[in-house]
C-alpha cells in the first residue's frame, strides 16, 4: 500500500512495526490467564517470549533500521540487533536456562521490582507524546494501522486456522486471541527512537489499547463457536 500510494519510507516502516506486532504480554497475559486460565496462560507465554519478544528484538529493530535515516549496512544493522538491550537480555537468559544458572532469591526479587517499573514508564513516556488533535494528517493511517492489528490479522488466521486446516481447541483460541490483541508498547517505543512518525506511534497505542477491549470481545465471542 505504502508503495502504491506513495507514502514517506517513515510512514510505512512505522505501520509495518506498530501494525505487525501484538501487546502479547502487558495486556496478552491477563487478558488470557482471565479468559482460558493458567492452561491458556501458558501457550500465551510460549506466543511471547520465543515469538513476539524474539521478533521485536530482532526483525523490528532491522525494518526501524532500515526506514530511518540511518545507515543500513548489513554490519549497521547486525550490531543495533545485537546491541539492543532487551535482546541481550534475552540471550543471557537463554544461556542461564542452557547451564542450569539462577539468581539468588534476593536478586530475583531487585530485577523483578526493576522489571516492573517497566510498563508504567512506557505508558507514561508514550502518554506523553499523545496529542489529541482533530486536524492531524495521521488519523486516517491510524485506522489503517488498528484496522489491519485488530481485525484483518486474526481474521486472516482465523481463515487458515479455523476454515481451511479445520483447527479448534484452547491453543488455537489463544493464539487467535493473541493476534487480536493491541499494538505493542516495545514494539511503538522502536519506533519513535528510530524517528519512525512518533505521534503516529504513541496514536497507535493510544487508541488501540482501549479500542481493543471492544474488538477482543468481538473475537472471544467469535471463537466461542468454533
Not at 481485525?151 to 483447527?167: M, N
Not at 519506533?191 to 503516529?200: D, F, N, Q, V, Y
Request: with cysteine.
Amino acid at each position: 500500500m505504502g508503495k502504491k500510494y506513495g507514502w514517506s519510507k517513515k510512514l510505512i516502516g512505522c505501520l509495518i512495526i506498530t501494525a505487525g506486532l501484538g501487546n502479547t504480554s502487558f495486556l496478552g497475559f491477563p487478558i488470557v490467564n482471565a479468559l482460558y486460565g493458567s492452561e491458556g496462560l501458558k501457550m500465551a507465554i510460549l506466543v511471547d517470549q520465543p515469538g513476539t519478544f524474539v521478533v521485536v528484538s530482532t526483525l523490528a529493530v532491522v525494518v526501524a533500521t532500515m526506514y530511518s535515516k540511518d545507515a543500513t549496512s548489513g554490519g549497521t544493522i547486525f550490531k543495533k540487533v545485537i546491541l539492543f538491550p532487551p535482546f541481550i537480555c534475552f540471550l543471557v537468559a537463554c544461556l542461564a536456562n542452557i547451564l542450569g544458572l539462577d539468581f539468588h532469591d534476593y536478586i530475583q526479587f531487585g530485577l523483578t521490582k526493576l522489571g516492573s517499573l517497566l510498563t508504567p514508564l512506557a505508558i507514561i513516556s508514550v502518554g506523553l507524546q499523545l496529542h489529541f488533535d482533530s486536524r492531524s494528517k495521521h488519523w486516517k493511517f491510524l485506522w489503517i494501522g488498528l484496522a489491519y492489528k485488530l481485525f484483518l490479522t486474526p481474521a486472516l488466521l482465523f481463515l487458515l486456522y479455523v476454515v481451511v486446516l479445520k483447527q479448534n481447541g484452547l491453543m488455537i483460541q489463544v493464539v487467535l486471541i493473541e493476534a487480536a490483541m493491541a499494538p505493542m508498547i516495545m514494539a511503538c517505543i522502536v519506533a519513535t527512537s528510530h524517528g519512525l512518525k512518533p505521534r503516529l506511534s504513541s496514536m497507535m497505542i493510544g487508541f488501540g489499547i482501549p479500542i481493543s477491549f471492544v474488538t477482543l470481545a468481538f473475537w472471544y465471542f467469535v471463537l466461542q463457536y468454533i
